[in-house]
């Protein structure tokens, strides 16, 4: 019997990033790319924490930048999301592109593909919490065999919001 390699939807590396919480998540903490995913390569078992920060935290509307799908902005004390492609200087409310964001942000996290059964096993739209400096996260155990693992060791995820970091920590 021949197995034929499945490709990989192509997705951005997580970078480090959030500083500001590194006291509390050491190992891989990012923010989530709305539009495009991102992925971490499987390095034995892994955990991996979803978490959402305040709408309030999220950046305020410049005019100088253009915005993706997915993006959070704060304006006059209103959170908006874009829900299109947002051209330059083009602020919210204009219903073309902006959205009042009233949450919750969610996330998707994409299995391999069973060839056998041609199952699958996604993770879609899983609401997660507003971080709390406490518990508020969401939690999953990532193991190189598992449903979620890529062939090449990817694990592929997309978040609803650039309100979404994720830590993964190698157990």
């Not at 050491?26 to 034995?44: I, M, S």
């Not at 996330?107 to 997660?128: E, F, I, K, M």
């Not at 990817?154 to 919001?161: D, L, R």
Request: proline residues 9%; negative net charge.
């Amino acid at each position: 019997m021949a197995f034929t390699s499945v490709a990989n939807n192509p997705a951005n590396t997580l970078l480090p990033y959030y500083p500001s919480l590194s006291n509390q998540l050491t190992e891989l903490y990012a923010q989530c790319d709305p539009t495009n995913g991102n992925y971490f390569v499987a390095t034995g078992r892994d955990l991996v924490t979803f978490l959402a920060v305040p709408a309030a935290n999220a950046p305020t509307y410049n005019a100088a930048n253009t915005y993706t799908v997915g993006q959070v902005v704060n304006l006059s004390g209103t959170a908006y999301i874009a829900v299109a492609s947002v051209p330059l200087a083009t602020p919210p409310p204009n219903a073309t592109y902006w959205a009042v964001y009233a949450g919750p942000s969610t996330v998707t996290v994409y299995s391999a593909p069973d060839q056998c059964t041609g199952r699958t096993a996604n993770v879609v739209d899983y609401p997660v919490p507003v971080f709390d400096t406490t518990t508020e996260s969401v939690e999953f155990l990532v193991l190189p065999s598992s449903v979620f693992t890529q062939t090449n060791g990817q694990v592929q995820f997309q978040a609803s919001s650039n309100l979404v970091y994720v830590y993964v920590r190698s157990l």
